[in-house]
């Protein structure tokens, strides 16, 4: 796939991640400072992330955030990523499991898979049809609901850094357009590991399956898997032949966070770090473009962008309604819903996915 310069330019300001220790070194930093009295000895805290090192646009984001930790630190701070780090099927909840045993310091995952270990607060975004523009996600994620959906992190055992954007999904198909209530009604869709997400493709007759690594490419060679909710980018590298443009379930977020035991053992310096390098991770998100380069890469790779008809849209709009049904039982995102429908009102409707 041929990187945009933005794209590249992106990978190079967030490179230079060294990796030494091993992750049983990690604990040389519990003790909040020398024997002296000064500040702590210099530590290496383990970041475990789901997907592979290629993954746009977090893949930037992360390596951003381990080089601010390095750098605001003068080097006494180190993030080694390891990236692929759990092999199960689920591997965003698997990963957060992880963090929560001790055996890595920090992960990354999306924001979607929290409702299946019991934090809801992340729901309204996945809310589907909600959030459906770029200038909006920066937004919600720019206000203080970004900080009260992290703090839902507090009771699950974890502390919450910070809460970045990804790209926006789509219905993909692989053999033939996924544009209708029709085209979706027993269709088996790749979901990644969500309540909220689930919820919405049942609602549209689809079947949501949890496929991972080997067993998802398997799986769409041998046709057993009908599409996936993929952005241009992921679809291109996915094997997706159809992306509807004029449909946006919701968009990819992302988590950063730690265990909150082992983020005590910190120093206070050391917490101050992590914070401020996880700030200043969201204003570097947000100022490069999630998809610079559209859907240029899935064009190339043989892809077909189809529109669906404003009928077709209503029609798919209605069905999904039970979901918000299901995602307002909750009151903080109830709430959340309301602000991010207010806030909706003071952007221009979004511009489709171009059609190829």
């Not at 796939?1 to 992750?23: D, F």
């Not at 951003?64 to 390095?70: D, E, G, P, T, W």
């Not at 689930?198 to 609602?203: G, K, M, T």
């Not at 995102?333 to 221009?348: D, E, G, L």
Request: proline residues 7%.
């Amino acid at each position: 796939m041929t990187m945009t310069m933005t794209w590249s330019r992106r990978v190079l300001l967030a490179s230079g991640i060294a990796a030494v220790i091993s992750c049983a070194a990690c604990s040389a930093g519990s003790s909040p400072a020398g024997s002296s009295g000064g500040p702590p000895p210099p530590v290496t805290l383990t970041l475990g992330v789901p997907d592979d090192a290629g993954t746009p646009a977090e893949s930037a984001d992360i390596t951003s955030f381990a080089r601010l930790v390095r750098q605001l630190s003068d080097g006494r701070m180190t993030i080694r990523i390891m990236w692929e780090v759990s092999p199960a099927t689920n591997a965003e909840p698997a990963t957060a499991a992880l963090v929560r045993a001790g055996t890595v310091d920090l992960g990354w995952i999306g924001a979607r898979a929290w409702d299946t270990l019991g934090v809801r607060s992340f729901q309204a975004l996945q809310a589907p049809f909600l959030i459906d523009s770029y200038p909006l996600l920066d937004a919600v994620l720019r206000s203080p609901m970004a900080s009260d959906m992290l703090a839902g992190l507090n009771r699950a055992g974890y502390t919450g850094l910070g809460l970045y954007p990804d790209q926006f999904r789509h219905p993909a198909g692989f053999r033939k357009p996924l544009a209708s209530l029709r085209e979706l009604r027993g269709a088996r869709i790749r979901v990644q590991a969500s309540r909220a997400s689930e919820a919405l493709f049942r609602a549209l007759g689809a079947v949501p399956v949890h496929l991972n690594g080997s067993a998802y490419s398997d799986a769409v060679s041998a046709g057993t898997v009908d599409g996936a909710d993929a952005s241009a980018v992921i679809a291109a590298t996915s094997g997706g032949k159809f992306l509807t443009g004029n449909i946006t379930f919701y968009p990819k977020t992302t988590t950063l966070f730690a265990g909150t035991r082992r983020f005590a053992r910190l120093s206070v310096s050391q917490q101050r770090v992590l914070r401020s390098a996880a700030r200043r991770t969201l204003a570097f998100a947000l100022a490069v473009p999630a998809e610079p380069g559209g859907t240029t890469p899935f064009c190339a790779a043989g892809g077909k962008v189809v529109t669906a008809s404003q009928p077709t849209v209503d029609a798919i709009e209605r069905a999904a309604q039970p979901v918000y049904a299901y995602l307002e039982q909750d009151p903080q995102t109830k709430a959340f819903i309301r602000q991010i429908q207010q806030m909706k009102q003071r952007f221009p409707a979004p511009v489709p996915v171009a059609a190829c």
